[in-house]
């Protein structure tokens, strides 16, 4: 079955099947490098390495805490695997709301 996405969302399919590429080329399914992840895919990236390590509702493990969590991805950021820019935005973003809360 194909899903189909409205022009906005024509790439969705793509960012979905490569958020495991890392920009050192030791991701997966393809070992892609940087030069050929685009910033959804980047973002995509980040955003679910942070949902898995501060996740609630896996029977397998405890959430980290977000000092923890942060900590790793600004290693894997060092490691030149993700980008440390989308690392603290998504920090900052992160902070912001937990402060509104």
Not at 4 to 20: K, L, T
Not at 57 to 84: C, H, N, T, V, W
Request: glycine share 6%.
């Amino acid at each position: 079955m194909t899903v189909h996405f409205n022009s906005a969302f024509r790439d969705a399919g793509r960012w979905a099947s490569q958020h495991h590429e890392l920009l050192d080329g030791k991701g997966y399914p393809h070992g892609l490098t940087a030069g050929d992840l685009c910033l959804e895919i980047r973002i995509l990236t980040v955003a679910d390495i942070c949902d898995a390590l501060l996740a609630t509702d896996r029977p397998y493990k405890k959430p980290l805490s977000m000092e923890q969590a942060f900590s790793i991805l600004r290693g894997m950021a060092d490691e030149g695997k993700i980008e440390l820019r989308l690392v603290n935005y998504l920090e900052s973003c992160l902070s912001e709301e937990y402060r509104a809360r």
